[in-house]
């Protein structure tokens, strides 16, 4: 039996009247890479920001490795291990793509406003190391001929692999992506699938939302789908994919 | 678009810092030396008022240019400075009156710029939660409160009539009269502005820098980076706020007076028109700003009349064509080049 990495449990949250979730369970075992999927408005960014700590939930748990983080800011949950993307491409934009992983350093690095002030020689050492593992980082992703390119002026398609690259340089425990294929040819969406595989060989739990059922179908090992903030259903893609509300959800929505 | 061009490389930079350091202690020197400009003691006071206010802009930028936090009560910062100076200093007012003993001026100069900075922190802790308009108006009344402050205490600050026989700063028994030589004291102005200027540097090219600099630029980002947002706008606030606060003793101390007039809520527009004139969110932005403001301000003062529509004048024309600040000319100038040069290329 493998470890679970990532428990939510009776997760809810109510917009003055609306419940965007709703009493939502699933776990996510170490090593995996989990799908959210479901029609618009169903909830799904929503669930992320509850679980990153963007949104405190109304009631409900997360619980990651064991330690309960519902409550954290976003600040926190990243220190915790957990990094992601948003729907809304949220880049640093006047900055390059090197100073954009550099940023993404900042949980992890030490160095604070004396330091900084003297250069001493400790905090020179740690922002060459941020450096290196910047380009390293950059590399793995595909961006490493990109480094000093403002990030505004990046393609879409780049911007996205950009905010993965962000996240990963943190890293996390698990990366959570929000619609990362969203706006890509299918080009970049074949490279950004090899990449989402190569970022859990590394060990990193991956939790993802994707629009693109063929993208998530081919690369998720197990998939939640919501619909109106609950949990419709729960199981391999083809399980899924198999389930007649799941179809019901999706073609009977007009969707 | 790429960072490019050999001003922006490291030696670049450093040729071009020492060259410019080199010119601002060798030429006030020579200019000593003849004996028209050596009578004329208001041009020192000129260079000084230039630095200082350097020092304020520069100050500002690291919360307006870099953090993207707006202040328009820095003339509060710049109160508690020059009073808490005044105060900790004067044999006839607050600390010599109360106890006897005084500090000296350098000393009390780097004590009331901590002071300020723990001042803006917790200024800071109400307004790291407040988005740009509300901001606004709570450094107003910020600004306000500090100039009633030394308007109404008479007891503590003389009131509207202000103090005067402000001491000067002796260091090692070296007197920086502003009396005997202004020379001097320009030079002690231009030691805390490089030393400030080199401080903005590192720190803005650091971790902490960066951790500013991201949440200008999107703030739920940065929160979800590691960054703690309120926290680091509360040391934005106080770095800020220890420059002005600096800048406010070094001011008291080389003009030897102090009233509540120079903190008026005018000043604090004052400092973020320098800022946006001279552009911010770099290193020259503030100090051009604040040098060209101060020669409209100060030296035109024979042209008192004209001197608002000048400055009024030259203030919209930066806001209509040069909306990054004198400092983006070079940029804006390389850009119409390379468009001449390139035709359609660059689009
Ligand atoms: N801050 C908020 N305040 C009020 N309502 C909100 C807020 N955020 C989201 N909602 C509502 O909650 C519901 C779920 O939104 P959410 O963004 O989580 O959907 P989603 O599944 O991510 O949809 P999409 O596929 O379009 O991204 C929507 O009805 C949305 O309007
Ligand atoms: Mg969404």
Known sequence: MAETILKVVDLTINFSGLKAVDTLNFEIEKGEIFGLIGPNGAGKTTTFNMISGAL????????????????????????????RTYQNINLFRSMTVLENLLVGQHCRLHSGLFPAIFRTPKE?????????????????????????TYSSSLSYGEQRILEIARALVSDPVLIILDEPAAGMNPTEKNSLADLVKRIRARGITVLLVEHDMKFV?????????????????????????????????YLGGGD | MKKNGFFETKKGKTIAAAVILALLVIIPLLMDNNIILKQNKYFYVLLCLIGI???????????????????????????????????????GWGLGKLTGYVLPPILSILLVACITACIGALLAVPASKLVFHFLSMLT?????IIYLIANNFSWLTNGSIGITSVPA?????????????????????LFFVIVLLVVKTHIINSRVGRGLIAIRENPTAANGCGINVAKYKIMSFAISAFYVGLAGGLYVHMIGFVSPD?????????F???LLFGGSGNLVGPILGAAVITFIQEGLQSLADYRMLIYGVLLLIIILFQPQGLSGLGKTFSGLAARGKGGESNG
């Open chain 1, 56 to 83: 405190k939930p109304t009631s409900g748990e997360v619980w990651l490795n064991g330690q309960r983080i519902d409550g954290n800011y976003m600040y926190q949950t990243n220190k915790l291990g957990i990094a």
């Open chain 1, 124 to 148: 020179k050492k740690e922002e060459e190391a941020a450096v290196q593992k910047a380009r390293d980082t950059l590399e793995f992703c595909g961006l490493g001929h990109k480094e000093d």
């Open chain 1, 217 to 249: 179908m081919g690369i998720t090992d197990r998939i939640c789908v919501l619909n109106y903030g609950k949990r419709l259903a729960l199981g391999t893609p083809a399980e899924v994919q198999a389930n007649p509300e799941v179809i019901e959800a």
């Open chain 2, 53 to 91: 206010y350097t020092i304020i802009t520069s100050g500002l930028d690291i919360l307006f240019g870099y953090t993207g936090q707006i202040s328009f009560g820095h003339a509060g910062f710049f109160c508690i400075g020059a009073y808490g100076s005044v105060l900790l200093t004067h044999p």
């Open chain 2, 140 to 144: 107003i009344a910020f600004n306000q």
């Open chain 2, 169 to 189: 700063v002796t260091i090692l028994g070296f007197s920086f009269s502003t009396v005997s030589s202004k020379l001097r004291y320009y030079y002690l102005v």
């Open chain 2, 262 to 270: 120079t903190f008026i809520q005018n000043t604090s527009v004052i």
């Open chain 2, 272 to 274: 973020i028109t320098m």
